[in-house]
């Protein structure tokens, strides 16, 4: 009888006055004393003689000196929607390999060096940098794909495999998650999370359950990590301190795992 194993977890200067400002004109040319578009500062400058400086002159503000950082936040954005575009591309293109793997039970060493090669491309655009502190990560997922054998039990006949749809809940407020298994054998195994950083926590399981019914404590040894590594409102992909992966699809946002 399979136990649901849990490595699954798991300074701007004021403006010349007006009687000033009226004299000053806008140098393009480089030479003497004036500066040219591609001056020191970066921006247009506008050139005045210095018989002309008087006490308390300062040089006006280049109106071009907000480009800099308008220009970034546009970059920035442009990046986003690009990463964006190629997530979705990538997801559709991780979920049509493993979609005949029965959850990679059935997958051999080329479809898994395959599926980790698209799931590698799909962390490069994570969206959530710091999944952890994203209410995304909360409720209740089912389990798409794994290499874990604890959790597939590939050596034994398929029809005494956990055939059944398998299941995480995660609770990041909480610090709790918990597997599930369905038919056959409807085991489940709860944890208490400890964060390592806003990506990776600590699991330690809490207990187990036979048949969903029996409670058994679990044993001290119990424990492992888990890094998340690709999270957005549909698609979780982790993986464990043993090098296994994990692809999950939320299933229910407002699931809670117990207390206790």
Excluded: C, H
């Excluded at 200067?13 to 400002?21: C, F, G, T, V």
């Excluded at 559709?92 to 090669?117: F, M, S, Y």
């Excluded at 888990?226 to 992909?237: A, C, G, K, S």
Aim: glycine residues 8%.
């Amino acid at each position: 009888m399979a136990l649901v194993s849990l490595p699954l977890l798991l300074p701007a200067s004021p403006n010349a006055s007006s009687s000033s400002s009226s004299r000053l004109l806008p140098s393009i040319g480089g030479g003497g004393s004036r500066r040219g578009l591609a001056g020191g500062n970066g921006g247009l400058s506008l050139a005045v003689p210095a018989s002309r400086r008087g006490v308390g002159w300062r040089a006006p503000v280049s109106s071009f000196s907000f480009l800099p950082s308008f220009l970034t936040g546009n970059n920035k954005k442009k990046k986003e929607e690009e990463d964006a575009k190629k997530a979705e591309t990538l997801k559709e293109e991780l979920l049509a390999a493993i979609a005949p793997l029965d959850r990679g039970a059935e997958a051999t060493p080329e479809d898994k060096d395959r599926v980790d090669q698209i799931a590698q491309q799909l962390e490069e655009v994570n969206p959530a940098k710091e999944p952890l502190k994203s209410d995304l990560l909360n409720g209740k997922w089912e389990l798409l794909y794994t290499t874990s054998t604890s959790i597939l039990q590939p050596q034994r006949p398929k029809f005494l495999r956990p055939f059944g749809t398998i299941y995480q809940a995660i609770n990041a407020d909480t610090l709790r998650a918990q597997n599930m298994e369905t038919w056959p054998y409807f085991n489940q195994v709860t944890a208490n999370l400890v964060p390592l950083n806003s990506r990776r926590v600590a699991v330690k399981f809490d207990y187990f359950k036979i048949f969903s019914l029996i409670p058994i404590k679990a044993p001290g040894r119990g424990k492992g990590e888990l890094e998340i590594t690709y999270l957005d409102e549909e698609l979780r992909v982790s993986r464990g301190d043993k090098g296994n992966l994990f692809v999950l699809k939320m299933v229910d946002p407002m699931y809670r795992v117990p207390l206790q």
